[in-house]
Nanobody, 124 residues
Framework: QVHLVESGGGSVQAGGSLRLSCADSGRIFSRYTIGWFRQAPGKERAFVGGISWLGETADYSDSVKGRFTISRDNAKNTVYLQMNSLKPEDTAIYYC?????????????????WGQGTQVTVSS
């Protein structure tokens, strides 16, 4: 069983940085590809980025490429989303999700386990 918990959200001014964490207490976390998604008010949940289970492959949406970086520490059962140069349009609830696909998937319905989300607010 996988139980994901996000943390690290908060409020920041434009241009600032935040680091989100996605942790799991299970023993097989390292066998899962992890995706990050976000959902702004009135919008559908959208792919932000993801990292394969061994961490050798990461993928990002065009809107965050070059600003966000995903990494994982399987020894700590944790995946990180480092967000730099934040913009007001990055404001959303951020979710991490897990699946056993070997490759990073970019759609919501390809992930089976989800965290509860953490709010990120970027002010101008």
């Amino acid at each position: 069983q996988v139980h994901l918990v996000e943390s690290g959200g908060g409020s920041v001014q434009a241009g600032g940085s935040l680091r989100l964490s996605c942790a799991d207490s299970g023993r097989i976390f390292s066998r899962y590809t992890i995706g990050w998604f976000r959902q702004a008010p009135g919008k559908e949940r959208a792919f932000v980025g993801g990292i394969s289970w061994l961490g050798e492959t990461a993928d990002y949406s065009d809107s965050v490429k070059g600003r966000f970086t995903i990494s994982r520490d399987n020894a700590k059962n944790t995946v990180y989303l480092q967000m730099n140069s934040l913009k007001p349009e990055d404001t959303a609830i951020y979710y991490c999700a897990a699946d056993q696909n070997l490759l990073v998937r970019t759609t919501v319905n390809e992930y089976y386990y989800w965290g509860q989300g953490t709010q990120v607010t970027v002010s101008s």
